[in-house]
């Protein structure tokens, strides 16, 4: 028998109103954790996605629109833009490096997207499973992409118009896959990648056989089926063409001044900064945060007083109790010592099931959404801030529990063992 | 001599002041403090029992002057040297029986008895796990006394261990607390105002109110 046994032993005596205690204090916390992993991972993730991006220039519309659509795949593309201007951007002194994309359809909900070799270089990705893409049609795998569709190197499958399932499909061309990433858990694993020639000729099929096309016109399609793509800069066409954006980077400062106004006043296009509009989708996001975290408080603060009210309430019944103990030899300091390791014991319990408990809904949340931003967070990732989860269950604890511990203390044997 | 008590005086706030008999016992002997209620008996309990400091007058427990220790050392004292038996039997209802005779044990850093042996010989060997709350008012009080003798102390003080019983368990319970105390070789204050008691012992003293 020690002290650490009798506060345990005191605490299983009353289950309902400990248990009711820890799992008040879990829940608080449960949402701190949450909101600490969801912040830290999110944030990370968002500038990982955007590395290397500086601008994106695409369609006139909502500016956060254009970055969530083309750099974090989310959102709906706001449009299409004419590649002529694209190419004409591209030759501006200001810019370093250019990577076009075209979206507008989807493999089971994962986006499918024509690019070029450099969108994976900016990204430091390669393929070891298989080869990247040489001739329309052939696609690239993400990491999450492959697992959650089973589609290995070799198969094909059939695109779907749009950006969300349940659009109808291209079925006259089927996409082949060449190749598979390897995990880069940035937004690479949730794409289908391809080359932009790919998704025109999907578009311009839909076109033809929609409009019963003559056999040239098809003939004329099925030798572009067969030509290399592009795998860098612009893919080459006989006729104008419209991609839905490009990712710009700068040369020097001085673009981050000049292209943004060039672009937005001089040209049909708009052009968006990811830093810029990300930091203003958290700060719209930062009311809601707030909010949790507020209730995070109220929650921990109701909790501390529920511990605080059950070891006061349970001290009254105590007395005894404690002056027994005191009769059997436990000095003050033992008896202080107990009623704390009491609400330490507690709240250092609903500190690990309050962590579990956010880590678990972490997953939920990822589990349930594997198609969305939050699909590339880690459930299971541990951060160092968690420690202070810990620390302020405890504080909690040692708070509640300072001045039952102190009514211990001064508790007079003699006069409780006396009134019978 | 084992305890020695000269000129105790106590005042409670707003009484008049207690004045008390000297004590003296030696090991295996027992003393029956009889009074009415009211009269200051408990008081002189506490005051053996080191649980309050006395006005003037000292107690002396096998020659340690129990006024010279610090309210630490005092608590230690008592855990080792002095077993009490209370009015009521006071026991940790969150622990087992066995679990209660633990605790004397821990808090006094004593070795003590063998507890099954004990319990075996109070006859509630078969409740050692059980919970306290199952007790039968009896076999609590023998659990309380079981407890005031684990350490193997020199004293033991009882406090109207008598009070709710009837004869023959009033009898029982007296007798067990005589041999137990004879046993080990404890003296034995047994606090009452229970006057079957008295006829249990050679040697008693009266306490009145002044």
Same mark, same amino acid.
């Given at each position: &028998?020690?002290?650490?046994?009798?506060?345990?032993?005191?605490?299983?005596?009353?289950?309902?109103?400990?248990?009711?205690?820890? #799992?008040?204090?879990?829940?608080?916390?449960?949402?701190?954790?949450?909101?600490?992993?969801?912040?830290?991972?999110?944030?990370?993730?968002?500038?990982?996605?955007?590395?290397?991006?500086?601008?994106?220039?695409?369609?006139?519309?909502?500016?956060?629109?254009?970055?969530?659509?083309?750099?974090?795949?989310?959102?709906?593309?706001?449009?299409?833009?004419? &590649?002529?201007?694209?190419?004409?951007?591209?030759?501006?002194?200001?810019?370093?490096?250019?990577?076009?994309?075209?979206?507008?359809?989807?493999?089971?909900?994962?986006?499918?997207?024509?690019?070029?070799?450099?969108?994976?270089? @900016?990204?430091?990705?390669?393929?070891?499973?298989?080869?990247?893409?040489?001739?329309?049609?052939?696609?690239?795998?993400?990491?999450?992409?492959?697992?959650?569709?089973?589609?290995?190197?070799?198969?094909?499958?059939?695109? @779907?118009?749009?950006?969300?399932?349940?659009?109808?499909?291209?079925?006259?061309?089927?996409?082949?896959?060449?190749?598979?990433?390897?995990?880069?858990?940035?937004?690479?694993?949730?794409?289908?990648?391809?080359?932009?020639?790919?998704?025109?000729?999907?578009?311009?099929?839909?076109?033809?056989?929609?409009?019963?096309?003559?056999?040239?016109?098809?003939?004329?399609?099925?030798?572009?089926?067969?030509?290399?793509? $592009?795998?860098?800069?612009?893919?080459?066409?006989?006729?104008?063409?419209?991609?839905?954006?490009? =990712?710009? @980077?700068?040369?020097?400062? &001085?673009? $981050?001044?000049? =292209?943004?106004?060039?672009?937005?006043?001089?040209?049909?296009?708009?052009?968006?900064?990811?830093?810029?509009?990300?930091?203003?989708?958290?700060?719209?996001?930062?009311?809601?945060?707030?909010?949790?975290?507020?209730?995070?408080?109220?929650?921990?603060?109701?909790?501390?007083?529920?511990?605080?009210?059950?070891?006061?309430?349970?001290?009254?019944?105590?007395?005894?109790?404690?002056?027994?103990?005191?009769?059997?030899? $436990?000095?003050?300091?033992?008896?202080?010592?107990?009623? #704390?390791?009491?609400?330490?014991?507690?709240?250092?319990?609903?500190?690990?099931?309050?962590?579990?408990?956010?880590?678990?809904?972490?997953?939920?949340?990822?589990?349930?959404?594997?198609?969305?931003?939050?699909?590339?967070?880690?459930?299971?990732?541990? #951060?160092?801030?968690?420690?202070?989860?810990?620390?302020?269950?405890?504080?909690?604890?040692?708070?509640?529990?300072?001045?039952? $511990?102190?009514?211990?203390?001064?508790?007079?044997?003699?006069?409780?063992?006396?009134?019978? | 001599?084992?305890?020695?008590?000269?000129?105790?005086?106590?005042?409670?706030?707003?009484?008049?002041?207690?004045?008390?008999?000297?004590?003296?016992? !030696?090991?295996?002997?027992?003393?029956?403090?009889?009074?009415?209620?009211?009269?200051?008996?408990?008081?002189?309990?506490?005051?053996?029992?080191?649980?309050?400091?006395?006005?003037?007058?000292?107690?002396?427990? %096998?020659?340690? !002057?129990?006024?010279?220790?610090?309210?630490?050392?005092? %608590?230690?004292?008592?855990?080792?040297?002095?077993?009490?038996?209370?009015?009521?039997?006071?026991?940790?209802?969150?622990?087992?029986?066995?679990?209660?005779?633990?605790?004397?044990?821990?808090?006094?850093?004593?070795?003590?008895?063998?507890?099954?042996?004990?319990?075996?010989?109070?006859?509630?060997?078969?409740?050692?796990?059980?919970?306290?709350?199952?007790?039968?008012?009896?076999?609590?009080?023998?659990?309380?006394?079981?407890?005031?003798?684990?350490?193997?102390?020199?004293?033991?003080?009882? %406090?109207?261990?008598?009070?709710?019983? !009837?004869?023959?368990?009033?009898?029982?319970?007296?007798?067990?607390?005589?041999?137990?105390?004879?046993?080990?070789?404890?003296?034995?204050?047994?606090?009452?105002? !229970?006057?079957?008691?008295?006829?249990?012992?050679?040697?008693?003293?009266?306490?009145?109110?002044?």
């Amino acid at each position: &028998m020690n002290l650490v046994k009798l506060s345990w032993k005191y605490l299983t005596f009353r289950p309902l109103s400990t248990g009711l205690n820890i #799992l008040l204090l879990a829940l608080g916390l449960a949402i701190m954790t949450v909101l600490l992993l969801i912040q830290d991972q999110f944030e990370k993730k968002v500038t990982k996605d955007a590395a290397g991006i500086d601008l994106v220039v695409g369609a006139k519309g909502s500016p956060l629109q254009l970055i969530l659509s083309s750099i974090y795949h989310v959102d709906f593309p706001t449009g299409n833009i004419p &590649m002529e201007e694209a190419e004409k951007l591209a030759k501006n002194r200001l810019v370093k490096g250019v990577i076009p994309l075209a979206l507008g359809d989807n493999y089971k909900g994962f986006r499918i997207v024509g690019t070029n070799y450099d969108y994976l270089k @900016s990204y430091q990705a390669v393929v070891t499973n298989g080869v990247l893409w040489e001739k329309p049609f052939e696609v690239v795998l993400g990491y999450e992409v492959a697992v959650q569709t089973g589609l290995k190197v070799g198969d094909e499958f059939a695109g @779907s118009h749009g950006i969300s399932v349940g659009s109808h499909d291209h079925d006259e061309h089927n996409f082949k896959v060449t190749g598979i990433l390897d995990q880069q858990e940035n937004v690479l694993d949730r794409l289908v990648l391809t080359s932009i020639e790919s998704v025109w000729l999907t578009h311009d099929e839909q076109v033809t056989s929609d409009s019963t096309a003559t056999t040239e016109s098809s003939s004329h399609d099925h030798e572009a089926f067969q030509k290399p793509v $592009a795998q860098t800069g612009f893919p080459d066409s006989d006729r104008p063409r419209e991609i839905t954006s490009l =990712l710009i @980077s700068y040369r020097n400062p &001085m673009a $981050a001044i000049q =292209l943004p106004r060039m672009i937005n006043s001089k040209t049909v296009m708009q052009s968006a900064s990811p830093a810029f509009e990300m930091a203003r989708l958290f700060e719209l996001l930062g009311v809601g945060v707030s909010l949790l975290k507020g209730l995070a408080i109220v929650i921990l603060g109701i909790s501390g007083l529920g511990i605080f009210i059950a070891l006061y309430n349970s001290l009254k019944e105590r007395k005894y109790d404690l002056a027994i103990l005191r009769a059997l030899g $436990a000095t003050r300091i033992q008896l202080v010592i107990l009623i #704390l390791m009491e609400g330490l014991l507690l709240t250092s319990f609903g500190a690990f099931l309050g962590i579990g408990l956010g880590h678990g809904f972490l997953q939920l949340l990822i589990s349930s959404n594997e198609q969305s931003m939050v699909s590339g967070i880690q459930a299971w990732a541990f #951060l160092p801030e968690e420690g202070w989860i810990l620390a302020y269950a405890l504080l909690v604890g040692f708070l509640a529990s300072i001045i039952p $511990a102190w009514t211990a203390y001064k508790t007079s044997i003699a006069q409780q063992l006396t009134r019978a | 001599m084992l305890l020695h008590t000269s000129n105790l005086k106590f005042t409670h706030p707003g009484q008049p002041t207690l004045s008390f008999p000297d004590i003296k016992l !030696d090991s295996k002997e027992a003393i029956v403090v009889l009074g009415q209620s009211g009269s200051g008996k408990t008081t002189l309990l506490n005051l053996l029992a080191g649980l309050m400091k006395p006005q003037s007058g000292e107690v002396l427990l %096998d020659g340690t !002057d129990l006024s010279t220790l610090s309210s630490q050392q005092m %608590d230690q004292f008592r855990g080792g040297e002095i077993g009490i038996v209370f009015q009521k039997p006071h026991l940790i209802s969150a622990i087992s029986v066995l679990e209660n005779l633990e605790l004397a044990n821990y808090f006094s850093k004593k070795k003590g008895q063998n507890l099954m042996t004990l319990l075996t010989e109070l006859g509630i060997a078969q409740k050692a796990n059980a919970s306290v709350l199952t007790l039968s008012e009896g076999e609590a009080q023998r659990v309380s006394i079981a407890r005031a003798l684990v350490n193997n102390p020199k004293l033991i003080l009882a %406090d109207e261990p008598t009070s709710s019983l !009837d004869d023959e368990h009033a009898s029982a319970v007296v007798e067990l607390l005589k041999s137990q105390a004879e046993k080990i070789g404890a003296g034995l204050v047994i606090v009452t105002h !229970d006057q079957r008691v008295k006829a249990h012992f050679s040697k008693f003293i009266e306490v009145t109110a002044a």
